[in-house]
C-alpha cells in the first residue's frame, strides 16, 4: 500500500512584521492568515547535522531599551550590530532588514513596563525564527543589567546562527559581555576572527587569538561535543523540573502532535525544556509551529487549532487559561504538575515500552558527571522505543526501477508482533512527524549512516546472537 503524500502545510504569517517579510512561525494553519508551501519546502534540516564548514553565525545585535516616541514607556530597539549594515550585501541587508523588525521582540518577549533597576538576575536564553522555506534560525541571547553605577536598565546580547549549540554559544556570550564591559570598538576584532573561523567537526576545537586592552592577548578555546546528535539540547532541564512519568506523558503528546504549553518564570528554563522535549523525537523533527518563547504580543497562538510546542511567561498564566484551548497539555515547570491535560497521556503508548523507558531513566547513577553523559542517558530509552516500534522500516520501502521509493504501510504495521504496538504505529503513521521521515527515505535505496541507523544495525545483531541462545534453552 503506497503511502500518500503529505499535503501542503501553511505558515502563521508573523504580525509584528512587514509585511512582506518571509521570516515565520510554521504551523499547519493559520485561521485565515496562512501562505501556502509546497510539500518540498517543510522538511526542515536538523540543527546539529554540521560536520565543519559553516561560519559560526550570520549576525551579533545588542537590543537595548529606549524612550518611545511619547516618552511614557521604553521599547526595545537595536543599538548595535555585527557585521554593520555597509558591509553586507543587498540581499543580506533584505534579510536584515527583516530581522531588525522580529529581534527586539525576541529579545524582550515579556511585555514589560520597565524600568531603571539596581539588580536583575542575568539570563541567558534562545528563540527559533523559520523562514517561508522551511529553514531555522537560532537567537543566542544574555539578557543583563550592563555595568554601571545607579539604577540601568537591561541589555540583550544576540547572536544570530543556523547552528544549533547552545553550550558553545553559551561561553561566545560569555566572551561578548566581557568585551562590551570595556568597549563596543572590542567586540569588533573578536567577532570579526569568530566569523572567519571555520565551525568545527564534532570533537574538534578552534582556537581564537583575541587582544583586550590592558590585559594583553588572551587564546580563547571554543570545542564542539563529540556527539553531535545533542550539543543544541540540556536534557538536565527537563529532569529539574518533572518525574520521569511527567516527561513520558510529554513524549506520548509530541509523538501524537498535539499542542502542548509550558510555563515558566524566567526565559532560560522555558527555552531549555522546549528544546529538550523536542530532542527526545530525535530521529523524527518536529514541523509544526514552535516558539521556545511566546512574545505577548503572540499569545493568541495558545488558540491556534493546530499543533504547536510553546513556552509561556508564567506572568501570562491567566490570559493562557481564558484562552479557548481544545486537547492541549498545560505544564507548569515551576511547581511540576500539568494544570490542563487530554486525560489520556498515560494510555498512548505501549505499556511494555512505557515501563522500559521508565525503568531505563531510574537506572541513572552518579557516574553520568558531563552533560553529554545525562543527555545520552536520558535519551537513549527514548530511541530505543522508535527502534522497537519504527525500526523496521526500511525493510518495507518497495523501490521502482526509477530508484524512487514506496512506503508499505500496511505491511509494516502488520509486521509487529506485539498488539499495542500496532496499535501505537498505527496512529504514528498518520502524523507529519513519521510522514517527513518516511519521504526522505524514500528518496534514496541506501539509508544515511547517521546515529539511529547505527543503533538500529546494533538492535538487529542483538537479536540475531539472543535467538541461537533462546532456542538452546529450550
Request: contains cysteine.
Amino acid at each position: 500500500m503506497d503511502r500518500p503524500r503529505v499535503g501542503r502545510v501553511f505558515k502563521l504569517f508573523n504580525p509584528w512584521l512587514p509585511r512582506r517579510s518571509r521570516w515565520t512561525v510554521p504551523c499547519e494553519e493559520a485561521r485565515g492568515e496562512g501562505r501556502k508551501e509546497t510539500e518540498e519546502t517543510v522538511r526542515e534540516p536538523s540543527l546539529s547535522n554540521y560536520t565543519g564548514g559553516p561560519h559560526f553565525f550570520e549576525y551579533l545585535f545588542v537590543v537595548s531599551l529606549k524612550k518611545n516616541h511619547s516618552g511614557d514607556d521604553y521599547e526595545p530597539t537595536i543599538t548595535y550590530q555585527f557585521p554593520k549594515r555597509e558591509n553586507l550585501l543587498r540581499g543580506q541587508q533584505e534579510e536584515e532588514e527583516r530581522l531588525h523588525g522580529a529581534i527586539p521582540l525576541f529579545c524582550f518577549p515579556d511585555g514589560n513596563e520597565w524600568a531603571p533597576l539596581t539588580e536583575y538576575p542575568r539570563e541567558t536564553f534562545s528563540f527559533v525564527l523559520t523562514n517561508m522555506d522551511g529553514t531555522r534560525k537560532i537567537g543566542y541571547c544574555r539578557r543583563l543589567l550592563p555595568a554601571g553605577p545607579g539604577p540601568r536598565l537591561p541589555r540583550v546580547y544576540c547572536i544570530i546562527s543556523c547552528i544549533g549549540c547552545f553550550g558553545l554559544f553559551s561561553k561566545i556570550l560569555d566572551e561578548v559581555e566581557k568585551r562590551h564591559q570595556i568597549s563596543m570598538a572590542v567586540i569588533y576584532p573578536f567577532m570579526q576572527g569568530l566569523r572567519e573561523s571555520a565551525f568545527p567537526a564534532p570533537g574538534k576545537t578552534v582556537t581564537l587569538k583575541s587582544f583586550i586592552p590592558d590585559s594583553g592577548t588572551e587564546f580563547i578555546s571554543l570545542t564542539r561535543p563529540l556527539d553531535s546528535r545533542l550539543e543544541h539540547v540540556d536534557l538536565r532541564s527537563l529532569l529539574g523540573c518533572l518525574t520521569h512519568e511527567q516527561i513520558l506523558q510529554i513524549f506520548a503528546s509530541t509523538v501524537l502532535e498535539r499542542r502542548i504549553i509550558f510555563l515558566a518564570e524566567d526565559l532560560s528554563t522555558l527555552s531549555q525544556c522546549i528544546h529538550a522535549a523536542a530532542a527526545l523525537l530525535y530521529p523524527f523533527s518536529w514541523a509544526h509551529t514552535y516558539i521556545p518563547v511566546v512574545p505577548e504580543k503572540l499569545l493568541a497562538t495558545v488558540c491556534s487549532p493546530t499543533p504547536f510546542m510553546v513556552g509561556v511567561q508564567k506572568r501570562f498564566i491567566q490570559e493562557v487559561l481564558d484562552s479557548p484551548m481544545e486537547e492541549v497539555l498545560l505544564v507548569d515547570l515551576c511547581e511540576g504538575i500539568f494544570l490542563k491535560s487530554v486525560g489520556d497521556e498515560r494510555d498512548v503508548l505501549p505499556p511494555k515500552l512505557q515501563n522500559a523507558i521508565l525503568s531505563s531513566l531510574a537506572q541513572r547513577n552518579n557516574d553520568l558527571q558531563t552533560l553529554e553523559q545525562v543527555n545520552e542517558h536520558v535519551s537513549g530509552p527514548f530511541v530505543q522505543f522508535f527502534i522497537r516500534t519504527v525500526g523496521h522500516y526500511a525493510s518495507y520501502i518497495k523501490w521502482g526501477p526509477d530508484g524512487q521509493g514506496s512506503f508499505q504501510e500496511r505491511s509494516f504495521c502488520k509486521a509487529l508482533p506485539s498488539k499495542t504496538s500496532r496499535r501505537f504505529v498505527k496512529k504514528f503513521v498518520k502524523t507529519q512527524l513519521f510522514s517527513l521521515f518516511i519521504q526522505e527515505a524514500e528518496k534514496s535505496r541506501t539509508p544515511h549512516a547517521g546515529y539511529f541507523r547505527q543503533k538500529i544495525t546494533e538492535y538487529e545483531e542483538h537479536k540475531k546472537q539472543k535467538k541461537p541462545k533462546e532456542k538452546t534453552v529450550k
